[in-house]
């Protein structure tokens, strides 16, 4: 059962200064941008801004800028069109495969790239309605006293869920940050925390501008593990960039997102299940790199490559 909104006032800055300007005005106020994670949060009684920051109508934030030194991609271009951008998909194939397999169409429609950044974490017992975490005594996140998961600890082990970031991470991205002091660029690496309740470096009024990505690119490639193949969060998200040339540095990093009950032997199989996938797709992902590598090497021009992506692409929005 889902509660109904609550009241909020709704301000629709036209720029980044009055963006921040509005938040500084509104300390229990919420950036919002394509609302399909705060929307259904609020919803549920886990977020309860008394006002919403819209940053839809802020024109710098949606463009996508190519440049000598790379790209530039503004926090509210949507994962839609981030997906369907012909020079990403062709020089950042994880990150394009990633926008693709995000939720479904009717999100990326909307969703955007800052918001799929500043995701909330998610956990079993804590992304419910409001009557389950009551009826549950809430949880160390929100309102309660423990951790479902770890009962004995005082941490939270709410993991974060976007697509994007692995993928972003292994191309070596930068993001750019506007606050009350000015602006500051970062490796997306440190907008990070091990902190299932506050796991984003940001301070209050602060708000992601852009990424940067650097030229150059090694071939790179995107997999995701999920229940439901359509639409679903990743349960593992595996990107891998491999060494090609002195230039390129290999890496991989991932995404995970099980919670279960750590007294729970079904559950700790259940880890044991996921991690063994998360092998398996990194082994998948790496292949898929290095065939990519080969084709460079070898000058093919990858005809078949976009027929690839296109079953994907359909595969996700099915
Ligand atoms: C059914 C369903 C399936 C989903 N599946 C996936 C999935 O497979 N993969 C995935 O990654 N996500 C998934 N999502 C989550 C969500 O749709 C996407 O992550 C989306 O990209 C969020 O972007 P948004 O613009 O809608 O964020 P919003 O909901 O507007 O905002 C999310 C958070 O980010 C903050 N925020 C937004 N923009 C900025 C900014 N520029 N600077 C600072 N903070 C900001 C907001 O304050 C809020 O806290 C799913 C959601 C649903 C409902
Ligand atoms: S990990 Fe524990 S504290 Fe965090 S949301 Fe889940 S149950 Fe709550």
């Keep these: 059962m889902t509660a109904s909104l609550s009241d909020f006032h709704l301000l629709q800055p036209l720029t980044i200064q009055e963006a921040i300007a509005a938040r500084l005005d509104h300390p229990n106020g919420h950036f919002i941008a394509g609302g399909t994670d705060l929307l ?23 463009e996508i800028e190519l440049h000598e030194d790379g790209v530039t991609i503004g926090a509210g271009v949507t994962i ?19 926008a693709r397999a995000i939720a479904g169409p009717a999100h990326r429609a909307l969703a955007t790239v ?20 009551s009826a549950n005594a809430y949880c160390l996140k929100n309102r309660g006293d423990i951790c479902h998961v770890a009962p004995q600890g005082r941490r939270c082990h709410a993991a974060f869920t976007g697509d994007l970031a692995p993928a972003l991470l292994v191309l070596s991205a930068k993001i750019e940050i506007a606050g009350p002091q000015g602006r500051r660029q970062i490796p997306l690496s440190d907008l990070y925390v091990e902190d299932g309740r506050a796991h984003l470096t940001l301070a209050d009024s602060e708000l992601v501008v852009a ?23 990743p ?14 540095s290999a890496g991989s990093t991932t995404t995970a997102t099980t919670s279960t009950s750590c007294d729970d032997n079904q559950g700790e ?11 398996q797709a990194a082994a998948k992902v790496s292949k898929e790199a290095g065939r990519q590598q080969a084709d ?4 093919d021009d990858q005809p078949g490559e976009q027929g690839d992506e296109q079953g994907e692409n359909d595969d996700c929005d099915g």
């Design 40 to 62: 259904v949060n609020m919803r549920r009684g886990i977020s309860n801004p008394n006002s919403l920051i819209d940053l839809s109508a802020i024109d710098e934030l949606a």
């Design 80 to 98: 839609a069109a981030l997906a369907h951008h012909k020079f990403i998909a062709d020089h950042y194939k994880a990150l394009s495969q990633a």
């Design 114 to 133: 800052g918001g799929n950044l500043c995701l909330d974490t998610r956990c079993i017992f804590y992304n419910q309605s409001e009557w389950w975490r």
């Design 211 to 233: 990424v940067h990505l650097p030229a150059n690119q090694p071939p790179s490639t995107y997999e995701k593990i999920r229940i439901r193949s359509a639409i679903d969060f």
């Design 235 to 248: 349960l593992a998200g595996v990107a891998v960039a491999l060494a090609g040339s002195p230039a390129h």
């Design 269 to 279: 199989d259940e880890e044991g299940d996921a991690a063994d996938e998360v092998e």
């Design 296 to 299: 460079d090497e070898s000058g």
